[in-house]
């Protein structure tokens, strides 16, 4: 199946969309922080009917992407307990049932997988999933894997005894995994890497070469995500990122940013020229939903630096902990902002540069 042409300035999830509260305990999945390791606690339904409930509740998240008028689509993470784990947990070479201990972001300790062997991956481990997602839509398609680099961070090391081996070992999985996603008829694979603005110093040291290996002869339309973690659990927001220019000679495609919420100085876009954006323009730490104007105005914002053709109109980062109406509220408010901005680029409105 051939994805149609995507307009100018075209609209996409980071990755999340909200699930069912028939589906998942929304209240416990919120009182905690995002599990490292499975929490098949979370989940309201028989495990024997688990399966069939996700797929019904992934549909939902398709059409309800479809109705708000979003260009490129994903499956809504609506199997994941988080972003990471249903990945993470899927390999060998770690022991999830009975787990070591690392920090979160915050400094908070989670339980996390424990490295006991050398890191695998046995078979895909989201192709089915995105099967499902190409069954569902004729749209761009975009399936999202955790990052080489995060997942180092997410776990406890009692095997290699080197942060960097072990990412370069995540990172030969992220990379068959990837190159599975293309083959199975991605448009575009996004790795989640947050924990890069999170400890910018060991991404520096060994987390950008895990990352370059996970994309090593890739082909396709790869994105990274870098944020400053969920709204709903991380509350203040830096001023700037701590991890970002140092992509720019990464052969990643496309960088995924948040820019809303942190009213973030966009200036470091300068770095990045030779880039697509995917900007976050969606502010994520209030469910209120914003006035098309206003996330036209956050997008309008990135012009003097990246010009229209080189962006992606998005969400903060995803909308796994909002309410269901919020989320589609924000995403109808994110394609309607996206609407008026061609609109005025095509006469040529104000603040929009014509010639660059």
């Not at 995507?6 to 909200?18: C, E, K, N």
């Not at 599990?35 to 309800?64: C, F, G, I, M, N």
């Not at 203040?236 to 820019?259: M, N, T």
């Not at 010009?307 to 994110?334: H, I, N, T, W």
Request: hydrophobic fraction near 40%; charge should be negative; charged fraction near 25%.
């Amino acid at each position: 199946m051939t994805a149609p042409t995507r307009p100018i300035l075209p609209t996409s999830l980071v990755g999340s969309y909200a699930q069912p509260d028939w589906l998942i305990d929304r209240a416990r999945l919120a009182d905690r922080f995002p599990p490292r390791v499975r929490a098949k606690e979370l989940w309201r339904v028989a495990p024997e009917l688990l399966p069939q409930a996700q797929d019904d509740a992934t549909l939902l998240a398709v059409r309800a992407q479809e109705r708000a008028g979003l260009d490129i689509l994903t499956d809504g993470e609506i199997r994941r307990e988080s972003y990471s784990n249903h990945f993470a947990t899927a390999l060998e070479g770690v022991d999830v049932d009975n787990p070591g201990t690392a920090l979160d972001r915050s400094g908070h300790p989670n339980p996390v997988p424990r490295i006991t062997g050398p890191i695998s991956r046995p078979a895909p481990i989201q192709v089915d999933d995105l099967h499902f997602l190409r069954s569902a839509t004729d749209r761009t398609i975009k399936m999202t894997v955790p990052g080489p680099f995060t997942m180092s961070q997410q776990a406890q090391d009692d095997h290699y005894g080197d942060p960097g081996a072990a990412a370069m070992a995540y990172a030969a999985a992220v990379n068959a995994e990837i190159r599975d996603l293309f083959a199975a008829g991605a448009d575009i694979v996004q790795i989640d890497e947050p924990y890069m603005q999170a400890r910018p110093d060991a991404a520096r040291a060994y987390g950008l070469e895990a990352l370059n290996a996970a994309l090593d002869g890739v082909t396709g339309t790869t994105a990274v995500h870098i944020c400053f973690g969920y709204a709903a659990i991380i509350h203040e927001r830096p001023e700037g990122y701590s991890f970002l220019p140092e992509l720019a000679g990464s052969p990643v495609k496309q960088i995924s940013i948040e820019s809303a919420q942190s009213d973030l100085d966009l200036g470091v876009l300068s770095d990045l020229t030779d880039k697509t954006i995917i900007l976050g323009v969606l502010d994520l730490s209030d469910p209120a939903v914003e006035s098309p104007g206003v996330v036209a105005g956050r997008a309008r914002r990135a012009f003097e630096r990246i010009p229209p053709e080189q962006l992606v109109l998005a969400p903060d980062c995803g909308l796994k902990y909002l309410p269901r109406e919020s989320a589609f509220g924000k995403m109808r408010a994110l394609a309607d902002a996206a609407k008026r901005l061609r609109a005025e680029i095509r006469s040529g409105g104000e603040g929009v540069p014509t010639e660059r």
